[in-house]
């Protein structure tokens, strides 16, 4: 089973999301971007799913700090800028979206597993 992180600072969005998802993924869930910093490291995620305001440090500082990437990563925000999405992309996003509904980020994030083919160990 693969293995999501979701970094999210609301509980709703999240938990939403992993009634989503659970059945489908090894998910683990963060609030903060710390905490998120860490549990990248420990946990090792095949999918991060971030949002990019998160608490104490934010998802951009969290892509910029953590040695672990992800094989996708989807950005979720309210406000992307092009140099936003430059810099988003320099880091290894693969997906960015705008306040997306649970619905819609999972059907991209079927899209991208789909598309990545990723196998995961039996």
Same mark, same amino acid.
């Given at each position: 089973? #693969?293995?999501? =992180?979701i970094?999210?600072?609301?509980? +709703?969005?999240t ?5 989503? #998802?659970?059945?489908? /993924? ?5 609030? !903060?971007?710390?905490?998120a ?11 991060l799913?971030?949002n990019?305001? =998160?608490?104490?440090? !934010?998802g951009?500082?969290?892509?910029q ?7 996708? +990563? +989807?950005?979720?925000?309210? /406000?992307?800028?092009s /140099?936003m ?8 996003? !693969? ?10 980020? %999972?059907? %991209?994030?079927?899209? =991208? ?7 995961? !160990?039996?």
């Amino acid at each position: 089973m #693969l293995k999501l =992180l979701i970094a999210d600072s609301s509980n +709703i969005a999240t938990n939403s999301i992993s009634q989503l #998802l659970a059945t489908h /993924y090894d998910l683990c869930v963060c609030h !903060d971007g710390n905490i998120a910093l860490q549990v990248l490291a420990e946990f090792q995620p095949d999918i991060l799913i971030i949002n990019l305001m =998160l608490p104490h440090l !934010d998802g951009l500082g969290v892509l910029q700090q953590t040695s672990f990437k992800p094989r996708i +990563i +989807i950005a979720m925000t309210t /406000y992307v800028s092009s /140099y936003m999405e430059h810099l988003l992309i320099e880091l290894g996003v !693969d997906y960015i979206m705008i306040a997306p509904s649970s619905y819609s980020l %999972r059907a %991209r994030l079927e899209d =991208l597993v789909r598309k990545q083919v990723i196998v995961s !160990d039996p």
